[in-house]
């Protein structure tokens, strides 16, 4: 579910009060970007769940108040009953994150006496290690 927020907010922030006609429309904004554009087909997958009014509605909330945390908590709190209540919506969201390269176990990592250790795409580091004097 924490894979699912950012564009969820991505969708609703880009298309204001409109969201749900905006998400409906399979044609609207073909050149959005990646981010809203996962968040359109995660939405429209959501709206047709179960509890798709109720999910609706909260987006719509957010959309009209993006900084409202009150807003942000009802959206996670009507996602989390979705996907509770509907395994094949689990599943398919599940493969629509992971086909934009989201989610899923990304890294494996192993450490034995390392130092500085990173994990992340799109990182730097630069450690330099010296020997304690005698």
């Not at 409906?24 to 179960?50: E, K, M, N």
């Not at 629509?96 to 250790?117: E, F, P």
């Amino acid at each position: 579910m924490q894979d699912l927020m950012p564009f969820v907010t991505a969708a609703a922030g880009a298309y204001g009060g409109a969201v749900v006609q905006k998400v409906s429309d399979a044609a609207a904004d073909a050149g959005a970007q990646a981010t809203v554009g996962v968040g359109r087909r995660v939405l429209r997958r959501l709206f047709t769940s179960g509890r798709g009014e109720q999910v609706q509605a909260a987006v719509v909330e957010l959309a009209e108040a993006p900084e409202d945390e009150a807003s942000v908590d009802a959206v996670r709190a009507q996602l989390v009953e979705a996907l509770s209540q509907d395994r094949q919506l689990v599943t398919d969201l599940a493969r629509d994150l992971a086909d934009a390269g989201v989610g899923g176990d990304r890294y494996t990592v192993t450490v034995s006496g390392g130092q500085g250790v990173q994990v992340g795409s799109h990182n730097s580091q630069t450690n330099t290690f010296t020997t304690p004097a005698a």
